[in-house]
T-cell receptor, first 112, second 116 residues
């Protein structure tokens, strides 16, 4: 079956630090991969996605590259801001099976 | 990106009453929507898949008579929590599947339900 393993949090960083949140997956076939972000008290927002190997998704300074050889989709940002404090979810969706498989979420706190 | 709305955002009700939550895709048609439940500081738990014009598919352990789902149009799905009890208090989130290139689920802002 499908599964997503995500870096356990919480993660606390200083403003302008470099961020990496690790995500690896197990899936049959060629899934699409996603990062969603959830701000306090809100639903999930799509942050970025990649639909095939070697694709790089990017948005708001965040990036993630679909690495088939390592089955990974690590989230990175070069310089985080306080406003990036949120919970980040890695997820996959297999073609033909429309259900998302989520990681457990990583809570990120950025301190000034 | 695509927009999904939910209404209401907050609801407080008495034990034994029923509560209806609406989920709408505002700028695309969604034949498939999903309902999730989220407990504090946890990931999302899929409750059911809502299919336009047909019965919803419930995940194992979810009571279909308790959580009624209706997907009457291509842009609207509703979740009714029947005879709500305090243990039903939770954060309910819906998503709508956009079947464009690279199918993507877009999420609503969530509905916080408190049953007294």
């Amino acid at each position: 079956g499908n599964s997503v393993t995500q870096m356990e949090g919480p993660v606390t960083l200083s403003e302008e630090a470099f961020l990496t949140i690790n995500c690896t997956y197990t899936a049959t076939g060629y899934p699409s991969l996603f990062w969603y972000v959830q701000y306090p008290g809100e639903g999930l927002q799509l942050l970025l996605k990649a639909t095939k190997a070697d694709d790089k998704g990017s948005n708001k300074g965040f990036e993630a590259t679909y690495r088939k050889e390592t089955t990974s989709f690590h989230l990175e940002k070069g310089s985080v801001q306080v406003s990036d404090s949120a919970v980040y979810f890695c997820a996959l969706l297999n073609f033909g099976n429309e259900k998302l498989t989520f990681g457990t979420g990583t809570r990120l706190t950025i301190i000034p | 990106g695509a927009v999904v709305s939910q209404h209401p955002s907050w609801v407080i009700c008495k034990s034994g009453t029923s509560v209806k939550i609406e989920c709408r895709s505002l700028d695309f048609q969604a034949t498939t929507m999903f309902w999730y439940r989220q407990f504090p500081k946890q990931s999302l738990m899929l409750m059911a898949t809502s299919n336009e014009g047909s019965k919803a598919t419930y995940e194992q352990g979810v009571e279909k008579d308790k959580f009624l789902i209706n997907h009457a149009s291509l842009t609207l799905s509703t979740l009714t929590v029947t005879s709500a009890h305090p243990e039903d208090s939770s954060f309910y989130i819906c998503s709508a599947l956009d079947r464009g290139p690279g199918s993507t689920q877009y999420f609503g802002p969530g509905t916080r339900l408190l049953v007294l």
